[in-house]
């Protein structure tokens, strides 16, 4: 093999590995950002019963290192020629393919059925009874998601709350264009917000999946064309290289 030729594969593989290690080090500061992001850690709870959101963030974090690992192993099969090294590191990209297919498949199925799953994750946290009957931990994190979103109740406006004229969180004001709703049972009246937390929880969650759906795919588009490459490499690969 040429000494021109040989070095011209050592750069394309340097720059496809720096590409790589880029892709791979974004995939997995944002599975990181997904996994601890306070905006999201304030509605993706236990006691809630939302940290199915998290399935996805888990695989994109593992790819993601992986990813970075596997770009070592590119590196060295290009300054060592080897085609062993060279095929070693085509089967860790297509591993490292399928596994942010599947990611990024994860991610279209939780988006496209968030409603079903927060339904059943609130329905599971609050089978009965109000919320202010639940534990400290549990209210706590009903607060939140009430004061992040203005909304009253998980799935039940306002009936999940034994005394919602009583919780600051679910009181509305109309005079700033609020959609609001008159409240009044046992001679106790307010104005408390129109809408279950529920719809809004599900457009938060599906709107953060489209990092999950988004950036796998484009990491698995960088692998194949990877794979690819390394193919077109071998070939030019000369006969004196073992």
Known sequence: ???????????QLFVF????????????????????????????????????????????????????????????????????????????????????????????????????YTYDSFADALPRGYIEEQDYEFKEAVKKIESKFSCCGLREQPFQHGAPCLQDTCLCDPNVGEDCKDYSVFGSSCTVYAEPCLYKVISFLRQKMIAVIV????????????????????RNVGENVA
């Open 1 to 11: 093999m040429a000494e021109g030729s040989r070095a011209n594969v050592k750069t």
């Open 17 to 116: 590995n720096v590409v790589l290690w880029l892709a791979g080090g974004i995939l997995f500061a944002v599975g990181l950002w997904l996994l601890y992001d306070p905006e999201i850690t304030k509605v993706v709870s236990a006691e809630l019963k939302l940290t199915w959101f998290y399935h996805a963030c888990y695989a994109m974090v593992v790819a993601g290192a992986a990813t970075l690992v596997v770009g070592c192993v590119g590196c060295y099969g290009a300054m060592k020629e080897r085609k062993s090294l060279l095929m070693l590191f085509a089967i860790l990209l297509f591993i490292l393919f399928v596994l942010n297919m599947a990611a990024f498949i994860v991610g279209i199925m939780y988006r496209n059925k968030a409603y079903l």
């Open 215 to 234: 950036m796998p795919l484009i990491v698995a588009l960088i692998q194949l064309f990877g794979i690819w490459f390394v193919w077109r490499t071998q």
